[in-house]
């Protein structure tokens, strides 16, 4: 992840064992009741950060994708927040899934598939994602809203590579 584009980056749990297998269900496998699971533990921490009042956007999924799916596993983690969510961001093309790439290909491979979504200048952001495991998607992501604006961008998710 580029540091110099987030304010903070948090990740609940290290990207292994249970939680490495809670994503691979919930995202590939279609494992839809783990939702609320992963959605508390998302919720719980943001009331122990102190990041209510922060507006929180789902790294998106192209339309493909998420047909193939039937939702995006970031929406569906930020619906039991007690938070302002907003789809300030868009895919804007498709691209190959990155756990398919190795680190030197992701962020080739993310590069431009994001647009800003909405009015977000001057606001304070915190980008939620099941996922993260180089940073090259979140730092795409917080590239294209500070260049339209916004004033902070901080990361949350579920699992991580530390």
Not at 33 to 56: M, N, P, S
Not at 61 to 82: G, P, T, V, W, Y
Request: net charge positive.
């Amino acid at each position: 992840m580029a540091p110099e584009l987030v304010d903070r980056a948090v990740a609940i749990y290290d990207y292994s064992g249970a939680a490495k297998q809670a994503v691979h269900r919930l995202k590939y496998e279609g494992e839809s009741a783990l939702i609320g699971w992963v959605a508390a533990e998302i919720a719980k921490e943001v009331q122990r950060l102190g990041w209510q009042d922060q507006v929180f956007v789902p790294v998106p999924i192209h339309r493909s994708r998420r047909s193939e799916r039937a939702f995006n596993q970031a929406e569906a983690l930020c619906e039991s927040l007690a938070a302002p969510v907003e789809s300030l961001l868009v895919r804007t093309r498709k691209t190959v899934p990155q756990a398919a790439l190795d680190k030197a290909l992701r962020s080739e491979n993310i590069r431009g598939a994001f647009a800003a979504n909405g009015e977000v200048a001057g606001r304070e952001i915190v980008i939620v994602d099941d996922v993260c495991t180089t940073g090259s998607t979140v730092s795409e992501c917080a590239k294209v809203l500070l260049r339209a604006g916004t004033k902070s961008v901080r990361v949350l998710a579920f699992a991580g590579v530390p």
